[in-house]
């Protein structure tokens, strides 16, 4: 496909033939309508412009907060259209974002003015039980990946909720309630099949292109577009033991300092997060401890006695449980129906003084639905060595979230005044942050976030991606 000239907004102004777009140094541009019509004839996907009835829905993430318009969206159904749509950004130097399953909490899925490579159609797994192998296409969502290994026995690690994108889950980590055996998400990747910068189609694993393969397991987005997936896979029973156990808010500094104390000495198979929760008005604060046994059934109540006798729940439904439903259990009824902002960091211990701090100024808060919440890390996540993959973070025993809701709609300031000034309390005990979750943090940060990884991932950058076309993530910046 050949593409008319790029010209400067400036000196030509916009005619009715022409879309206005920005380039990723957020310079404006315009592009002609016959590029873009010549874009749409070389895709066997759709190409959607702000006048298409489907545009308004295509450009949505999951947090409402984020209403980016992007100046086109590529609906890619194969490696083909994401080559064709990346050759695109490349040759108009547009600000390119990429979307799998448009959770991340900052919106790094979308983007104002640019291309949106909209990957959601682009969904399959393919499970080889013989190899334990699945091949899982790049816009596929985790409740696709965890059902179809699953009716063979088998699974990896994935996040906690169907709807989250395998793409965005996994190239930046993917914590999950298996992570404690088996690994990230990342961990678990064997090969992938990538659409770099210039176009080319990569495949990357520890024998090709071992430095992207590298690079992609921890590093994000910065490198390319994956098409395809390739993860191992364990085998794991159908059902598991677990659910939510709920306890007074009264026990809140008891329950956390309990907490702290089990995970030192729970076996992998045990995976448990903790949420302290204020809800919205006239519903009782409460704390609850969601958790996944995954291993042998007659071992579990062994796991679990601790914490049912921490203190006196009010509600205890832990149970047998099919896998797959439980990975949905908790799934929000209309996923883009809520604004959300959050903070957070990884901690190195639950220390009598974090907890003190979270739940005295969780307290006094006005707002409806802020909350605390400890994803947990630990078991073989901390067994990988930091420079194994590019995601250097091996230490932490948690991931430490502050997060408000608010419905569609709301005016967001107070809560993000509310959730940043609670933040503000905590942040002292963390250690580092989980590049999936980053929201408002200067580049430098960002940077420093990859410890000792960092010049590694440069180097990467500068091989796959030295224009930085791949900037909507938490950003390598290339030293060429
Ligand atoms: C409700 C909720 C629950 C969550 N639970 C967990 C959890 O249990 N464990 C956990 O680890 N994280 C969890 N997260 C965080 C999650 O890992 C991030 O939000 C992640 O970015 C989601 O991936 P996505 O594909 O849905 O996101 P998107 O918004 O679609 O994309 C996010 C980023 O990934 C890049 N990207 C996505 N797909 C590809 C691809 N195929 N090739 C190249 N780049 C790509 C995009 O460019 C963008 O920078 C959760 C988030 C939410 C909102």
């Avoid at 401890?289 to 509600?315: I, M, N, T, W």
């Avoid at 901690?347 to 400890?374: C, K, Q, W, Y």
Wanted: hydrophobic residues 40%; proline residues 5%.
């Amino acid at each position: 496909m050949s593409f008319p000239n790029l010209r400067g907004f400036a000196e030509v102004a916009p005619l009715a033939s022409e879309i206005a777009a920005v380039t990723g140094a957020r310079e404006d541009i315009s592009l002609e309508r016959a590029a873009v019509e010549e874009l749409r004839r070389s895709i066997r996907g759709r190409v959607l412009l702000p006048d298409d009835d489907e545009y308004d829905v295509a450009r949505r993430v999951r947090n409402r907060m984020i209403d980016k318009r992007p100046a086109l969206i590529t609906q890619c159904v194969g490696a083909g259209d994401i080559r064709e749509a990346v050759d695109f950004a490349r040759h108009y130097q547009l600000l390119t974002a990429v979307k799998c399953g448009g959770h991340n909490v900052a919106g790094k899925g979308s983007c104002e003015g640019g291309i949106m490579i909209d990957l959601s159609p682009l969904q399959g797994v393919r499970v080889d039980p013989i190899e334990r192998r699945a091949r899982v296409a790049g816009g596929s969502l985790l409740g696709s990946l965890d059902q179809e290994c699953q009716s063979f026995g088998l699974a990896t690690t994935a996040g906690t909720v169907s709807h989250t994108g395998v793409g965005g889950l996994t190239l930046g980590g993917g914590m999950g309630r298996l992570a404690r055996r088996w690994g990230l998400a990342s961990d678990n990747v064997s090969a992938v099949d990538i659409i770099t910068a210039d176009g080319q189609f990569r495949r990357a694993s520890s024998d090709e292109n071992p430095d992207l393969y590298w690079a992609v397991r921890g590093g994000g987005g910065n490198f390319g577009i994956v098409s395809s997936f390739e993860f191992k896979l364990h085998p794991l029973a159908h059902k598991v033991i677990g659910g939510r156990i709920y306890f007074p808010y009264s026990e809140a500094k008891n329950l956390l300092n309990f907490y702290a104390e089990y995970c030192h000495d729970m076996p992998d198979e045990m995976y448990a997060d903790v949420v302290i929760f204020a809800p919205p008005m006239g519903v009782e604060k409460m704390v609850y401890f969601d958790v996944c046994y995954s291993g042998p059934h007659r071992e579990a109540e062994c796991a679990l006695k601790p914490l049912r006798q921490a203190a006196k729940p009010l509600r205890d439904e832990i149970e047998a449980i099919d896998y797959v439903a439980m990975q949905s259990n908790h799934d929000d009824n209309d996923p883009r129906g809520t604004g959300q902002y959050l903070k957070s960091g990884f901690t190195r211990e639950i220390s009598p003084e974090l907890v003190n701090a979270l739940v005295d100024f969780l307290e006094p808060h006005p707002l409806r639905g802020g909350m605390a919440f400890f994803q947990q890390a630990g078991g073989a996540i901390g067994r990988i060595a930091p420079d194994e993959t590019a995601f250097p973070h091996r230490y932490p025993s948690h991931n430490m979230m502050i997060g408000a809701v608010w419905r569609a709609g709301g005016e967001p300031d107070p809560h993000i005044a509310w959730a940043r000034s609670y933040w503000k309390q905590v942040e002292d005990f963390t250690h580092g942050f989980y590049t999936n979750d980053e929201f408002a943090v200067s580049q430098s940060r960002a940077q420093l976030n990859f410890l000792g990884n960092h010049d590694r991932l440069v180097a990467a950058k500068n091989t796959y991606d030295p224009g930085n076309l791949f900037r909507l993530n938490s950003n390598i910046i290339p030293s060429v």
